[in-house]
């Protein structure tokens, strides 16, 4: 939004309603026109690779000095590149905590997305079912874990006798389901081993700046 409140605020000739309006309508459409895009943009053609540490690694291995980082940018790398590989970066980063889950002993078939993001993007839904190489499933209530919350009560207080019977009285169900493309899979595996080489050379690259200061 930075161009909308920096430069179009400022255009001579337009009433402050009009610009108004154009910040506006800019911030309820920016992230469907870049998914739109973004949509068209084969991964396999791209030269971006992205981290997803803009707020440090949380999990697995917590680090907070980690910054994000984009490598592979051109003179004519465009916003909708850069959102793809932004958001690549951040499926790639739920699948090392998948692999983390299943390298110490946890089955995991598949995932169920819930909020808004798994709402309204079809397109990051669908690479991350891609990245993670599983179905996801998204939730239908709007509240989700307030939902468990009282489903965990309704057993707590009697209503129900089990966790399973609560979901089955109380449970919205799914609304959508992704199932990942296999031919997508098998070339996001091999972004995704990119991807943790390019990690870690950030993460030493990082560590001697910390260490030197």
Same mark, same amino acid.
């Given at each position: 939004?930075w ?10 000739? $337009? ?22 895009? &973004?949509? #068209? =943009? ?20 917590? @680090?907070?000095? $980690?910054?994000?980082? %984009? ?7 465009? &916003? ?5 590989? $932004? ?6 980063? &739920?699948?090392? =905590? ?13 995932? =169920?997305?819930l ?9 990051? #839904? ?6 993670? @190489?599983?179905? =996801? ?13 009282? !489903? ?6 009697? %209503? ?8 089955q009285? #109380? ?12 031919? !997508?899979?098998? $070339? ?26």
């Amino acid at each position: 939004m930075w161009p909308v409140e920096r430069v179009v605020s400022g255009v001579d000739g $337009l009433d402050e309603a009009i610009k108004q309006k154009i910040r506006k309508e800019s911030a309820d459409h920016m992230i469907d026109r870049l998914s739109e895009a &973004a949509t #068209m =943009i084969n991964p396999a053609d791209s030269t971006l690779l992205a981290l997803d540490w803009m707020n440090g690694r949380r999990t697995p291995d917590a @680090n907070q000095n $980690l910054k994000g980082a %984009v490598m592979g940018l051109t003179l004519g790398t465009d &916003a909708p590149a850069i959102f793809r590989a $932004l958001v690549e970066a951040t499926a790639y980063g &739920a699948k090392m =905590i998948v692999d983390r889950f299943v390298d110490e002993g946890v089955r995991i078939d598949g995932v =169920i997305a819930l909020g808004g993001v798994a709402k309204k993007s079809p397109l990051v #839904m669908q690479i991350v079912a891609d990245v993670l @190489n599983k179905p =996801i499933k998204v939730a239908r209530s709007e509240q989700a874990v307030a939902l468990g919350s009282a !489903m965990a009560a309704a057993v707590v207080a009697g %209503v129900h006798k089990s966790i399973p019977e609560a979901q089955q009285a #109380m449970g919205g169900g799914f609304e959508t389901e992704y199932q990942p493309d296999p031919a !997508m899979s098998e $070339l996001y595996a091999d972004l995704y081993e990119q991807y943790k080489r390019f990690g870690q050379f950030v993460e030493e690259e990082i560590g001697r700046v910390e260490s030197n200061k």
